[in-house]
C-alpha cells in the first residue's frame, strides 16, 4: 500500500524527519513504516537541523525542541507532530490548529520510572549520597558532616495528582511517610487506600511538608507554582524536588529560599529555560537575547555550582524501559496518522502526566 500526500497529486510517499535518533531507531522505523520515507537526524531539532525538515509531513521529536511559530513557519508541508513526550508546552498548538496539524503525544510510559527517579533525588539529597561518594573516592571515609535524616515520618508534600503524584505518593507510603497532596481534582478512594490528604491550597502544603516535590503540566495557570511570595511559606528546611518542567518554579525564588535556609537543598530534573542552559551556542547565536533569558541562565549556573542543589539532565524518564514504551507509542501515533484515524490527539486541555 502507497501512503498518499494529502492533496498531492504526485500520490508521492510521505516524508518523516525523526529528531534525536540511531541506527536501531532507523532500522525499526523502517520496519514499521515501509511506505514512509523516514530521514532519522542524530541531533535534535533547533535552527539549523530544521532546514532537513522543510518538505517533511511529519516530524518526530523530544519535548527539549520548541515548535513555535517560527519553526512551523519553516515546515510549509508539514501535517503531523509526533511528540515524544507526554507534556506538550514546547508545541504552539494554536498555530498547529490553525494549519490542521495534527499534534499525538505519549500519555502514559513513564509513570513509575519519573516517580523512582523523584525518589532517586529524595534519597540522594536525604542520606547526603553525592558528598559521601565524593569524600570515598579521595580514599576519604571520615563522617562527619555526611549526617542524613529518614523519611519515614516525615512528611511528604506531592503538588499534582495525576499519575505520576500517585505513584509517587505511593513510594512515599510504602516508606512509613505522612503524604499530603494538592490539586484540583481530588481521588479520594486513592487517598483512602494510600494514606493521602489533600489541603486546599499550596502555601499550607508549604508550611507542613518536610519534602515537596512538583507534578505538575507547564501552563500559564502552573507558571512559578514556586514563587517568591509562597516560598516564605516553606518549612523552614524542607528539600524542593522538581520532575516535571523548570518553568514551575522561579529560579530567583528558589535561590533565595536556598540562601535564607528556608529550603534546605533541591533535587532539580528540570530547569527553568532549560534549553538555553543545554545549548548554549543555540543562545549565544541570538541577536538580542533578553534581559530576563539571560538572567535565568545565569541563575541556572549558579544553582548547577551549589553543594546543596542536585541537577539531573532531564534524564527523569531515560530508563529502557520507558524508552521503549516511547518509541511504541510513537510509531502507532504516526500509523494511526496514515490510516486517517489520529489517536493520542493533544487538545487545549493539559496533559496530566508531566
Not at 519519573?114 to 571515609?141: D, G, Y
Not at 511538608?209 to 524542607?238: C, E, F, M, Q, W
Request: proline share 3%.
Amino acid at each position: 500500500m502507497l501512503i498518499v500526500l494529502h492533496g498531492n497529486p504526485n500520490l508521492l510517499p510521505m516524508k518523516l524527519i525523526y529528531f534525536n535518533g540511531g541506527p536501531e531507531e532507523k532500522a525499526m522505523l523502517h520496519k514499521a513504516l515501509p511506505d514512509v520515507t523516514v530521514e532519522v537526524v542524530e541531533d535534535q531539532l533547533n535552527s539549523e537541523t530544521i532546514q532537513l525538515a522543510r518538505d517533511a509531513q511529519i516530524i518526530s521529536a523530544y519535548v527539549f525542541a520548541p515548535i513555535d511559530t517560527k519553526a512551523l513557519a519553516q515546515m510549509p508541508e508539514l501535517e503531523m507532530i509526533a511528540t515524544r513526550s507526554a507534556g506538550h508546552d514546547h508545541i504552539d498548538l494554536a498555530t498547529c490548529r490553525q494549519r490542521g496539524i495534527v499534534v499525538s503525544n505519549v500519555p502514559n510510559y513513564g509513570e513509575r520510572t519519573v516517580a523512582e527517579h523523584t525518589f532517586a533525588l529524595i534519597l540522594a539529597l536525604s542520606r547526603r549520597m553525592v558528598p559521601s561518594l565524593q569524600r570515598t573516592e579521595k580514599m576519604n571515609f571520615d563522617r562527619a558532616g555526611l549526617t542524613g535524616f529518614d523519611l519515614s515520618g516525615k512528611t511528604l508534600g506531592v503538588i499534582g495528582m495525576g499519575n505520576i503524584g500517585k505513584n509517587v505518593a505511593r513510594i512515599g507510603h510504602c516508606f512509613e511517610m505522612r503524604i499530603l497532596a494538592y490539586d484540583q481534582v481530588h481521588d479520594d478512594d486513592f487517598a483512602t487506600a494510600h494514606g493521602v490528604t489533600y489541603v486546599t491550597a499550596v502555601g499550607e502544603l508549604l508550611e507542613r511538608s518536610d519534602i515537596i516535590t512538583l507534578h505538575l503540566p507547564y501552563t500559564k495557570a502552573t507558571h512559578h507554582t514556586i514563587n517568591r511570595d509562597n516560598v516564605t511559606k516553606v518549612k523552614r528546611g524542607a528539600l524542593l524536588i522538581n520532575t516535571a518542567r523548570g518553568g514551575l518554579v522561579d529560579t530567583q525564588a528558589l535561590l533565595w529560599g536556598l540562601n535564607e535556609g528556608l529550603i534546605s537543598g533541591a533535587g532539580l530534573d528540570v530547569l527553568e529555560e532549560e534549553k538555553d542552559a543545554f545549548d548554549r551556542i543555540e543562545f549565544m547565536s541570538r541577536k538580542s537575547p533578553s534581559y530576563e533569558e539571560l538572567a535565568t541562565l545565569l541563575r541556572n549556573h549558579l544553582l548547577v555550582a551549589r553543594d546543596d542543589v542536585l541537577i539531573t539532565p532531564h534524564n527523569a524518564f531515560n530508563s529502557t524501559e520507558a524508552v521503549q514504551r516511547i518509541f511504541d507509542t510513537t510509531v502507532l501515533n504516526i500509523q494511526a496518522y496514515l490510516a486517517s484515524n489520529p489517536i493520542n490527539e493533544v487538545t487545549t486541555t493539559a496533559a496530566r502526566n508531566t
